[in-house]
């Protein structure tokens, strides 16, 4: 059974750090894509960034693009996020997700339960 | 890029059936057939209904279904029942190989 697991979540200030992780079980972690989604306290769905099987193409939102670094270890099963310069509007909760498809084009067919970051002074 | 347009709320009767449309542009919804569809419970992580427009997931009930038509996407529920309510996601792949949501359809059952 597929299995996603995210830690790492808390309260940071303003122009903080914070590294997310996620651990995968019961697929093979290596040949699919993985993405982090995040969603804010009553608000809706934000893709935030994706990695492909070998870190071969690496992709992120608009508004995490330069502050935000995805990044996988196969021997490990594991997805990163490190996430700098916060800003409040990065508080969410944030969801790693399986890509399907594995190719061209994406949808998300496996979530974890999610990790919540909480950016405030 | 802003989020994909969807109505905020859709309501019907138990076995009515009703359809949420997931609006976009030449730029994802209408240049790909890439469109997914994701319901969320309160408290819970999505859970991937549609996906490739029209595809639906092993164990996905066949009362689910998506289409597309230019740069409009829509899930249509039948049959409507008391375990449909929840929140409803559109997604689309873009040309700029990042990924567009909806704002979010909350589907009540009456």
């Known amino acids: 059974e597929v299995h996603l697991v995210e830690s790492g979540g808390g309260l940071v200030k303003p122009g903080g750090s914070l590294r997310l992780s996620c651990a995968a079980s019961?697929?093979?972690?290596?040949?699919?894509?993985i993405n982090w989604v995040r969603q804010a306290p009553g608000k809706g769905l934000e893709w935030v960034s994706s990695i492909s099987s070998s870190s071969t193409y690496i992709y992120y939102s608009d508004s995490v693009k330069g502050r935000f670094a995805i990044s996988r270890d196969d021997a490990k099963n594991s997805l990163s996020l490190q996430m700098n310069s916060l800003r409040v509007e990065d508080t969410a909760v944030y969801y790693c997700?399986?890509?399907?498809?594995?190719?061209?084009?994406?949808?998300?067919?496996?979530w974890g339960q999610g990790t919540l970051v909480t950016v405030s002074s | 890029q802003s989020a994909l347009t969807q109505p905020a709320s859709v309501s019907g009767s138990p076995g009515q059936s009703i359809t949420i449309s997931c609006t976009g542009s030449s730029s994802d919804v209408g240049d790909y057939n890439y469109v997914s569809w994701y319901q969320q419970h309160p408290g819970k992580a999505p859970k991937l209904m549609i996906y490739e427009v029209t595809n639906r997931p092993s164990g996905v009930s066949d009362r689910f279904s998506g289409s597309k038509s230019g740069n409009t996407a829509s899930l249509t529920i039948s049959g409507l029942q008391a375990e449909d309510e929840a929140d409803y996601y559109c997604s689309s792949y873009t040309s700029s190989s990042t990924e567009l949501f909806g704002g979010g359809t909350k589907v009540t059952v009456l």
């Open positions: 019961g697929f093979s972690f290596s040949t699919y894509s």
């Open positions: 997700a399986r890509d399907g498809r594995g190719s061209t084009g994406r949808y998300f067919d496996y």
